[in-house]
């Protein structure tokens, strides 16, 4: 807690901005994914460019979505015990997503 | 109550006006999207374990039931980012007259049928 509600409108509204360009970007690329094998699919981690664009695209999805679901926990969920145990449950799952991924994507990228 | 922050209206008590339909959606698509985050998430890491793990998730997309997923993953993933659009259009306050809020919800569903079928059937 702690964050205001206003710094958590921009926040879910630059991810949003950096989400549009990052979705088309990445929606184009999966589509050659869909019948690509697993060496051709770490082929395209290896430009460091596409693996920074996408590590930005995750971290970016994981807070959007971290924010929104809070949203709908606070205008649905009135009972406050479960509200709060949600919106605990809800950064715990982000943040260790969030975490997998970096290690995920540096891993593929370097090693 | 638990905060200060003004609530969304209460579905059940109110009339289905197209906006509040979008707004739905927007948010029903919205937490389908968080579990796909969840969901890339997972690819990745399980990319990044090797391939001997990797064929599991292989063995899992040539399942018809992952197709029809991922059709309705692209579907609510496009209305999601069309529709996301309009809102930040809002934020500044822009195409927010009766008129334009109509017409630009139009556009947001045929573009998300448009894009949906390019990536499907292209």
Redesign the interface.
Known sequence: MGKSYSSKWIIQRITALLLVPLTFWFIFHSISFQHANYFEILLFFDSYINSFLFLIMMIAMLVHAKLGCETIVEDYVSSINLNKSIKSLINLITLFMIIISIIAIIKITIF | M??K?P??PHLSIHKKVLTAVFSIFH?FT??G??IG??L??LW??I??LG?QY??IF?YIATSIIFKIILFLW?LG?FYH?FN??R??FW?YGIGMDLKTVYSSGYLVIILTLLTTIV?WVV
């Open positions: 638990l905060d922050r609530l969304s948010r919205g937490l999207l968080s985050a969840i890339i998430s990745i890491s990319l990044a391939p990797f064929f292989e692209t993933l980012l996301g659009i809102y930040l934020s990536v």
